[in-house]
């Protein structure tokens, strides 16, 4: 298989906290990782993509000292929401790409809904 | 720039019956094409992809579909929904092979099941 978890799976924060979430791949190393944001009723915008033991690149309009990216291993990025705000609020997902050159696929997470009251 | 476009933001179907969600691309070279699936407040799950021989590709849950290059379209099937089905479809196309994962995605159409 090709398991990705993400943690928490749901998260409130008071506005002006940081809120930190981790996206793990269980079962393979995954090079390449990639962080989507989806509000409701709306679909998958990429904030960034990150190699691991590299700084990540940022898609444009996001706010890379906002959202900081950490891939420090080949099992695991986070995704730190700084000074967060109620308009941060939204689900976050994660993705993983395999190391492999022929493998196309990637990978989500079951997401993780964050709440900034 | 690749870009996908999902004409149905919204499609009800009866259990039973058939079912084909559209999806159309722009891209110039040969797409990497994908069909997920998402329930509520749930990640995405891989239905089937489409990266180059047969241009009919089966996937999961019963889903097919279909790459037409002429109509750059790559539409979803089932040929009987089920109630469980209800969630929300997202169509996907990836650049190249060594960026294939950055996906575009669609808007998304939302199946609702009638009983």
């Given at each position: 298989g090709a398991v990705v978890s993400q943690h928490p799976s749901w998260v409130?924060?008071?506005s002006g906290t940081s809120v930190k979430i981790e996206?793990?791949?269980?079962d393979f190393q995954a090079t390449t990782m990639f962080w989507y944001r989806q509000f409701p009723k709306q679909s998958l915008?990429?904030?960034?993509?990150?190699?691991?033991?590299?700084?990540?690149?940022?898609?444009?309009?996001?706010?890379?000292?906002?959202?900081?990216?950490?891939?420090?291993s080949l099992t695991l990025s986070t995704l730190?929401?700084?000074?967060?705000?109620?308009?941060?609020?939204?689900?976050?997902?994660?993705?993983?790409?395999?190391?492999?050159?022929?493998?196309?696929?990637q990978y989500f997470g079951p997401g993780t809904r964050l709440t900034v009251t | 720039a690749q870009s996908v476009t999902q004409p149905d933001?919204?499609?009800?179907?009866?259990e039973g019956a058939s079912l084909e969600l559209r999806c159309n691309y722009s891209y110039g070279a040969t797409p990497y094409l994908f069909w997920y699936v998402q329930s509520p407040g749930q990640g995405?799950?891989?239905?089937?992809?489409?990266?180059?021989?047969?241009t009919l590709v089966q996937g999961i849950k019963g889903f097919e579909a279909e790459f037409k290059r002429s109509q750059s379209s790559f539409n979803l099937r089932k040929p009987s929904v089920h109630w469980s089905d209800a969630a929300e479809y997202f169509c996907a196309?990836?650049?190249t092979v060594?960026?294939?994962?950055?996906?575009?995605?669609?808007?998304?159409?939302?199946?609702?099941?009638?009983?």
């Open positions: 409130i924060c008071k996206c793990r791949s269980l915008m990429l904030m960034a993509t990150s190699n691991e033991g590299s700084k990540a690149t940022y898609e444009q309009g996001v706010e890379k000292d906002k959202f900081l990216i950490n891939h420090a730190t929401v700084t000074s967060a705000h109620p308009e941060d609020s939204s689900f976050y997902i994660c993705s993983a790409s395999k190391a492999s050159r022929i493998n196309y696929e | 933001i919204h499609i009800t179907v009866s995405l799950q891989l239905l089937l992809k489409y990266f180059s021989g047969d196309v990836g650049a060594a960026n294939a994962g950055k996906s575009t995605f669609g808007d998304g159409t939302t199946l609702t099941v009638k009983p």
